[in-house]
């Protein structure tokens, strides 16, 4: 049997705080014995003025929030199904990408 977990959370506009949040709920979930926990759409970032977003988002291999859901991934031993981050791709142009990161810590 393999026990999922739907964490909800209230996205802003301070990544850190975001991230922090959904770490919380993420371990809280993986003590109580979740081995694949799925977060929301724009999980570490939503910013609906005009121009912010852009300000914020780094492209995958710089994003904050998905090197510490990896990592955070490793330590508990869970599945991540990250619902979206906004990602900045080589256009410059912002995409909400969704990201599936396995036990090992891995984007498979």
Excluded: W, Y
């Excluded at 142009?93 to 396995?102: G, H, K, L, P």
């Amino acid at each position: 049997m393999l026990k999922v977990a739907l964490v909800q959370l209230r996205t802003g506009t301070d990544v850190e705080r975001n991230v922090h949040i959904a770490e919380e709920l993420i371990s809280k979930a993986s003590t109580k014995g979740a081995k694949l926990v799925v977060t929301p759409e724009m999980t570490s970032l939503l910013d609906r003025r005009p121009g912010e977003l852009d300000k914020k988002i780094q492209t995958e291999e710089q994003d904050f929030a998905l090197s510490r859901f990896r990592k955070l991934a490793k330590e508990t031993q869970c599945c991540l199904v990250v619902g979206s981050l906004p990602i900045k791709i080589e256009s410059g142009q912002a995409v909400n990408r969704s990201f599936c990161i396995d036990n090992a810590g891995r984007v498979v």
